[in-house]
């Protein structure tokens, strides 16, 4: 049974820092892409930042030159390194991963709170 287990998440105040990591467990094939989505309230989720198995990068533009991506396939984890943190980043940070087989597994959600 697959299971994505985030950490990290917390209560930081503007301009500070958190990284979040997922574990993914129970896995018995190569993943394709992992990343993360948020979610705040009264909004929709919205793709925060993905890397796919060969290294390729993609952030959303809110995010750019302050979040960094990275993924360690031996152990199947992907982390969020998020720096410059602003009330706005304020969300449910979840983790996802894809299998070779149109499958996206996902995480439990982690708490991010930015502070003004």
């Known amino acids: 049974q697959v299971q994505l287990v985030e950490s990290g998440g917390g209560l930081v105040q503007a301009g500070g820092s958190l990284r979040l990591s997922c574990a993914a467990s129970?896995?018995?094939?190569?993943?394709?892409?992992m990343g993360w989505y948020r979610q705040a309230p009264g909004k929709q989720r919205e793709l925060v930042a993905r890397?796919?198995?060969?290294?390729?990068?993609n952030y959303a533009d809110s995010v750019k030159g302050r979040f960094t991506i990275s993924r360690d396939n031996a152990k199947n984890t992907v982390y969020l390194q998020m720096n410059s943190l602003k009330p706005e980043d304020t969300a449910v940070y979840y983790c996802?991963?894809?299998?070779?087989?149109?499958?996206?597994?996902w995480g439990q959600g982690t708490q991010v709170t930015v502070s003004s």
């Open positions: 129970g896995i018995s094939f190569s993943i394709n892409s």
């Open positions: 996802y991963a894809d299998s070779p087989f149109s499958v996206r597994y």
């Open positions: 890397i796919t198995t060969g290294g390729n990068l």
